[in-house]
């Protein structure tokens, strides 16, 4: 595989640069030449944190171009709206939202409206080649009590439909090494149930 452009994009606290980091690892696991870039913005703050990925064959620089993103993963649907102009129709850009809303300081300070997702999907489709919307955080509370990782289930679910050509042993070994000890066997029972997800 000559390349592959991955965006994960997410609020502070929702394990983006977690999910960036352990596909990363999963990616020079499986022999690819890796290169990855993150913004922090306000990261700590609740801030936005896109990151970006990119794998395959004499991968020079860490910035995926507009338009040339093949797999954007958003934890929260106004992240998905942030990164648009990364997809494109030509590149058949895949969208993979969590449908969990956290809404930022603007809309829970200044009273400003939280877009509806049929809104926020209408802005999306020009960039995109498939959009898909899952209730990854919803799944995962009613399962474990928290939605803290939701980032893992979609990581489950992107691999076993193909939209991430890693191989799921890569991905649980690069699970394994960066997941606090105490939590690999719930990360990894979440990783299966997104795997499992239809």
Avoid: C, W
Avoid at 13 to 37: C, F, H, N, P, S
Wanted: charged letters at 25%; aromatic letters at 8%.
């Amino acid at each position: 595989m000559k390349e592959f452009n991955v965006i994960v994009t997410g609020v502070g606290g929702q394990g983006a640069m977690t999910l960036g980091t352990i596909i990363a690892e999963a990616a020079l696991k499986q022999g690819y030449d890796v290169r990855t870039t993150e913004v922090h913005g306000l990261a700590q703050r609740g801030g936005s944190i896109p990151l970006h990925i990119r794998f395959g064959e004499n991968m020079y620089t860490p910035l995926i171009l507009e338009g040339e993103a093949n797999l954007i993963i958003a934890l929260e649907p106004l992240e998905a709206l942030r990164t648009t102009y990364f997809g494109s129709k030509k590149h058949k850009t895949v969208f993979l939202i969590d449908k969990y809303k956290l809404p930022p300081i603007t809309v829970s300070v200044l009273g400003e409206k939280y877009p509806r997702m049929e809104n926020i999907v209408s802005h999306i489709k020009p960039f995109a080649g498939r959009i898909i919307i899952i209730n990854a955080s919803e799944i995962v509370k009613k399962e474990t009590g928290s939605i803290i990782t939701s980032n893992i289930f979609i990581l489950g679910y992107a691999i076993s439909k193909g939209l991430l050509p890693l191989k799921e042993k890569f991905v649980l070994e690069a699970i394994e090494e960066n997941v606090p000890k105490r939590y690999i066997e719930l990360n990894k029972k979440v990783f299966e149930m997104g795997m499992k997800n239809k």
